[in-house]
């Protein structure tokens, strides 16, 4: 391959680069906001009808042809064979994609705007305090649901977590059912150390207050960690329905989303922690002005609120205190459908961007694939006229 028929090559690249470019910035300054993300947005696809497809489809062929006229032309009067007929094809493949992948720049030009409108940061700290307030925020049919709200959910302060055991007292038609709930409770011990409590009480369990029957009975989870035996049991008895420090607001440990990287239990125990802080703690404005925060992130995602974060924390202390009054009505209201929508839609363009849509995946590299072969032919044909 000569030096000449390299240097065009180069030029390609370089005015396909620059073309890249303009989509790129393109898409950048046409991106719609954050306000306008829904379920239904994706990166670019093309779709044959709008500005950036019909632009494409031009923009493509006239290179293709100037490109295939100049190349002809200037660069077909050698008798390549072999390895250099490889690196051609090579080169003639590598400006096929190009040629057919503006689009995909637009996309990134999009992806881009989108972060710097929101900065990855930003996102997550946003969902840490969704996660944190996500108890307070579901409609007020759902704090009867005993699926998302219940004592073993509760996972702050000690001695939660607890478990739930249910005996049966009398049995019959209609049965009576004791329920006992015990704290969870985790021991670690050399292996060799835990197989002497087969044979006599090891000086744990006599700290612990438990011969070694008892505690086989408790044991939850029994696991090898390297050298050590680590052990959860059921400890001691807890009475949350007596406890003046547990309400109904800390019996759901559910993430309103994950933040990417981190792991879910201590995403979990971390909001757990904060929420009781907020509740039993913090003062009281310190939960007005996370829900002032909660009113800001809502009315960024553009979602339709009427929430007053003065009057939700006067809900939420009302059934804190009043922990046996059942829940039914809490002045929390907003398009909660819509923000999940926004917020899983948004972990998909942050996390799982996807620049070339499934629908035309295979149609694209067909294309791709039938014009390079065209390409190289046509210049096989060309270059053997002129031998």
Excluded at 94 to 101: G, K, P, V
Excluded at 226 to 237: A, G, H, L, M
Excluded at 288 to 301: A, G, V, W
Excluded at 360 to 373: D, E, L, N, P, Q
Aim: aromatic letters at 16%; proline letters at 3%.
């Amino acid at each position: 391959m000569t030096k000449n028929l390299k240097r065009y090559f180069v030029k390609s690249v370089i005015v396909l680069a620059l073309i890249h470019l303009v989509y790129f910035l393109y898409g950048y300054l046409t991106f719609k906001g954050l306000g306008k993300i829904n379920i239904y947005t994706e990166f670019y696809r093309f779709k044959f009808y709008d500005d950036v497809s019909i632009s494409h489809f031009f923009v493509s062929g006239l290179f293709l042809l100037f490109f295939l006229i100049f190349l002809v032309k200037n660069h077909s009067r050698e008798s390549y064979k072999g390895g250099n007929l490889l690196k051609i094809a090579t080169c003639l493949l590598l400006i096929s994609f190009l040629t057919f992948s503006f689009f995909i720049s637009y996309s990134f030009g999009m992806n881009a705007k989108l972060k710097t409108e929101l900065p990855e940061k930003d996102f997550n700290k946003d969902k840490k305090l969704l996660n944190v307030l996500n108890p307070f925020l579901y409609g007020y049919t759902s704090y009867t649901s005993e699926k998302l709200f219940n004592y073993e959910n509760i996972l702050y302060p000690k001695p939660y977590p607890v478990i739930k055991q249910e005996d049966t007292i009398s049995a019959g038609e209609y049965p009576i059912t004791e329920t006992t709930y015990y704290s969870i409770d985790t021991i670690k011990a050399l292996a060799s150390t835990f197989d002497k409590t087969t044979n006599k009480a090891d000086s744990i369990l006599d700290i612990l207050g438990f011969d070694k029957e008892e505690l086989y009975k408790r044991i939850i989870l029994k696991r090898e960690i390297n050298d050590s035996t680590e052990i959860v049991f059921k400890s001691v008895p807890v009475h949350p329905e007596h406890d003046e420090d547990i309400c109904i607001f800390l019996e759901n440990n559910s993430l309103f989303s994950a933040v990417k990287g981190d792991s879910i239990n201590k995403q979990k125990r971390q909001a757990a922690i904060d929420r009781y802080n907020l509740l039993y703690k913090s003062k009281k404005d310190s939960l007005t002005y996370e829900f002032q925060r909660l009113d800001t992130i809502l009315k960024k995602y553009n979602i339709e609120t009427n929430l007053v974060p003065k009057q939700l924390t006067q809900d939420v202390y009302h059934y804190r205190d009043k922990n046996d009054e059942p829940l039914n009505g809490i002045r929390n209201n907003f398009d909660r459908k819509a923000l999940i929508e926004k917020i899983t839609t948004l972990d998909k363009l942050f996390y799982e961007p996807n620049y070339l849509h499934p629908n035309i995946i295979g149609i694209y590299f067909i294309v791709i694939a039938v014009v390079w072969i065209l390409l190289f032919l046509f210049y096989l044909i060309f270059n053997k006229r002129k031998e």
